[in-house]
C-alpha cells in the first residue's frame, strides 16, 4: 500500500521552551537541535529571533549546524520581526520564516482592537515581505480553532496569493473536538483556491487532552505537516506529542501515513529534553512514560512473558527501549515471580515455586513494588530454614 508522507515540524525549541522554568542554554539547544536532525524531523522551529539576543543567538548557530532539516523562525506580523528572523536565518540551508497574526473573533476585537478587513490586509503584508527573505514563508493564523471558517479561507486564500507555502491552522487553546478540528481542515481544503499548492499543518494544543486526535483527525482531512514537541510539551498542558503521533501512523497503517522519522531514537530524545528542561515525564505517558511499557498485574504479565503482544500494540525495541517490564507486586503471579528469578540467574521448579510464592505474597503485601534483592533475600531465607535449593 502506497502511503502518504506526513512532514514532522518540531517546536520543541520554541513552544516547548516557552515554558516556565524550561528555559535552555545555547548548549543545550544545540544538543536537541542535533538530535531531532537526527531523529529525522522535517522542520525545526529554532526560535522566535526577536524575543531576545539570546534566542536570536541559538537560532543563527541552530542554523549552522542542522544537516538536514528546515530551520524555521517565528515572528509576528511586522517588518522588524521579519527583519531580524531573516538575519538569523542567513546560515540555514533550508530557511523558512513562520510569520502570522490572530484570526478569531476575541483575537480581532480584543487583542488587536481591529476589523477583519485590517487582520487580511496585516498578513498579506507580512508574507509578502517576508518572501523579500526566504522562499518558504508559513503564514499562522493564530487561535484558528475559534476562527470562523469563513474567514479563516478568506485569510488563507489571500496569503496563498501574496506567497505562502503553508499554511499553519492551530487550535492555540486546544479547544475544538476531533470531529470539529477535522471539519474546518476539510472545509479549507474545498474552499480555498491554491490550496493544492500549499502544504496545511496541524498545531494542536492539550487543554482538553485532545491534541494528538485533533491533529490525526486534520490528517485524515487534508494536513500534510503536524506541528509537535518531545513529550508534548508546550504552554499550559502542552503540545501535541511527536512521539505519540509517528508511533500512530506506524501502528495504524490502515491511515495511508508514514514520516521519516527513526523511532528507536524517541526514547533516548525524551530523556534528554526531560533532562535539561527539567520537565519529568509522567509515568502513564503514552510511548516514552516509565509504565509505557510496564506490566504489574499478574493476568497481564502471564500473558505479555507467553507473548509480548497480548498487551503490547508496540515492540518497545522500535521506540529504543531494551524490554518490557514485569514489577512485581502483591498483583503479580507466579509466572511473573519464575520469570524475574530467571532473569537474575535461578530457574526455580514448579513445587519450589510453590513455595516461594507464598513467602513472596508476604513482602509484597508490604511495600509497593518487590525488588531484586527483595528476591534474594527470599531465596536466602528459605535456604537457611533448610529447604534444599541445590537446583538454583
Do not use: W
Not at 542535533?34 to 548557530?61: C, M, N, R, T, Y
Not at 517588518?79 to 490572530?102: C, N, Y
Request: proline share 2%.
Amino acid at each position: 500500500m502506497q502511503t502518504k508522507k506526513i512532514e514532522i515540524f518540531d517546536t520543541t525549541l520554541r513552544d516547548g521552551e516557552q515554558v516556565p522554568g524550561c528555559k535552555l542554554d545555547r548548549q543545550q539547544k544545540l544538543k536537541i537541535a542535533q538530535k531531532l536532525d537526527e531523529l529525522g524531523v522535517d522542520v525545526i522551529e529554532a526560535g522566535f529571533p526577536v524575543s531576545s539576543p539570546g534566542d536570536f543567538d541559538s537560532v543563527v548557530a541552530i542554523s549552522k549546524i542542522v544537516k538536514n532539516a528546515s530551520i524555521c523562525a517565528l515572528t509576528r506580523a511586522n517588518k522588524k520581526d521579519i527583519e531580524v528572523a531573516a538575519r538569523s536565518l542567513q546560515f540555514a540551508k533550508k530557511p523558512r520564516i513562520h510569520t502570522g497574526i490572530g484570526t478569531s473573533e476575541s483575537h480581532i476585537k480584543y487583542k488587536f482592537n481591529s476589523t477583519p478587513e485590517q487582520i487580511i490586509e496585516k498578513a498579506v503584508q507580512a508574507v509578502t515581505y517576508a518572501k523579500n527573505f526566504a522562499d518558504d514563508v508559513e503564514f499562522y493564523a493564530e487561535d484558528a480553532g475559534r476562527t470562523d471558517n469563513a474567514f479563516l479561507a478568506t485569510i488563507c486564500q489571500e496569503v496563498i496569493k501574496a506567497g505562502a507555502t503553508v499554511l499553519n491552522i492551530p487550535d492555540t487553546t486546544g479547544y475544538c473536538l476531533p470531529e470539529q478540528y477535522g471539519k474546518k481542515i476539510k472545509y479549507l481544503t474545498q474552499n480555498v483556491k491554491g490550496i493544492e499548492n500549499v502544504i496545511l499543518s496541524c498545531h494542536c494544543h492539550n487543554d482538553l487532552g485532545m491534541a494528538t486526535a485533533n491533529t490525526i483527525q486534520g490528517v485524515i482531512n487534508g494536513a500534510r505537516q503536524v506541528e509537535c514537541t518531545i513529550n508534548g510539551i508546550g504552554e499550559r498542558a502542552g503540545n501535541t506529542a511527536l512521539e505519540e503521533i509517528v508511533m500512530i501512523f506506524k501502528q495504524h497503517h490502515e491511515l495511508g501515513f508514514h514520516t521519516h522519522i527513526n523511532t528507536k531514537m524517541l526514547n533516548e530524545l525524551s530523556k534528554l529534553t526531560s533532562h535539561v528542561m527539567g520537565m519529568v515525564v509522567q509515568p502513564n505517558k503514552a510511548i516514552v512514560g516509565s509504565n509505557a511499557f510496564a506490566h504489574s498485574s499478574g493476568i497481564h504479565q502471564d500473558g505479555v512473558i507467553k507473548r509480548r503482544d497480548t498487551y503490547e500494540i508496540i515492540d518497545p525495541k522500535e521506540v529504543g527501549i531494551d524490554q518490557s517490564s514485569i514489577i512485581l507486586t502483591a498483583r503479580s503471579g507466579r509466572s511473573a515471580l519464575a520469570y524475574r528469578f530467571k532473569n537474575i540467574g535461578y530457574d526455580v521448579t514448579k513445587n519450589e515455586l510453590d513455595v516461594l510464592y507464598d513467602h513472596f505474597l508476604q513482602i509484597a503485601d508490604t511495600k509497593k513494588e518487590v525488588n531484586e534483592q527483595d528476591l534474594k533475600y527470599i531465596l536466602h531465607q528459605f535456604n537457611y530454614q533448610g529447604i534444599n535449593y541445590s537446583s538454583l
